[in-house]
């Protein structure tokens, strides 16, 4: 009978042919000396080099090794989720592929998990990357922690350890990857932090670029909507809506007063069709929120992507 593993430990890579097997070796040292089942998920999201090779090499040779490819690149956010989906431990490893993130740190997450945190994010205190790529992560991050209200120094880490059952209330898409620790803390998980050590890119290109940084603060405001919201957004749209339409109201009384004591409304015809103009959208957005509730209590299930082209388990 297979033991069910204690740990998975779930690995995204896209074009890393010189860094998976390294990683392997890594990470096998490491939980070798914590004597507990575990299983490793690689995911391919659509490399176009040799990583999805030396994968199904690593594969053969470790049946606790297990292996995903999908149809093209679909993004990190689908290639963790489509891990977390497979994975079947009761703690949750996910790291980069680029060996930048150091599996000796484990150890580390783990005694804080046993301390009581459901989520421990990694924290690269002294990173090693091009000046560009750290001053526009410190600023993602500082306006992640302000707006989210999680005090952590590196949201955005891609070393992070949480137990399973923050998985399964887990469904990423776009660049909300980025978001693990704010949608878990949204959720009423502990969420804490260690230092790590962030190594220098040694093969590969980075697949950093500012259009991702763009991408990662329009998935900001979606975040903060999703965990703010998303169980009633008849109150964030109804309170705009409100708002709206009470501004408008008002507009309109005070043309009305107009009329009624000058017997014109004074060339207000501009303020006028403000007001009328605020009306109709203030009931147009609590609308709005009155359809998001019907879909909120209708559509609880989340849709799958179908984008695994193979598995090997």
Known sequence: MLKRPYTSFIIPAKDEEKSVGILYEETIRVVSKIKKPYEIIFIDDGSKDKTFENLKKIKNKDKDVKLIKLRGNWGKSVALQSGLDLASGEIIVTMDADLQDNPNDLPKFLKKIDQGFDLV??????????????VAS???NKAVSILSKIKLHDINCGFKVFKKDVA????????????IPVIAASQNYKVGEVEVKHRPRKYGRSKFGWTRTIRGFLDLL???????????PGHF??????????SGFVIGLYITYLRLTTGSIQNRHPLLFLGMLLMIVGIQLITTGLLGEMLTNFNQKKAVLNCIEEKLL
């Open 168 to 179: 399964k209330n887990m469904n990423l898409y776009g660049e909300l990857y980025r978001f």
């Open 121 to 134: 994010s990694g924290w690269k205190k002294k990173r090693h990357d091009p000046p560009t790529k750290v």
């Open 237 to 246: 749209f109804g309170t705009l809506g409100l708002l709206s339409f009470a």
């Open 222 to 232: 979606t975040i903060i909507f999703l965990t703010g919201y998303l169980r009633r």
């Open 138 to 140: 410190r600023i993602f």
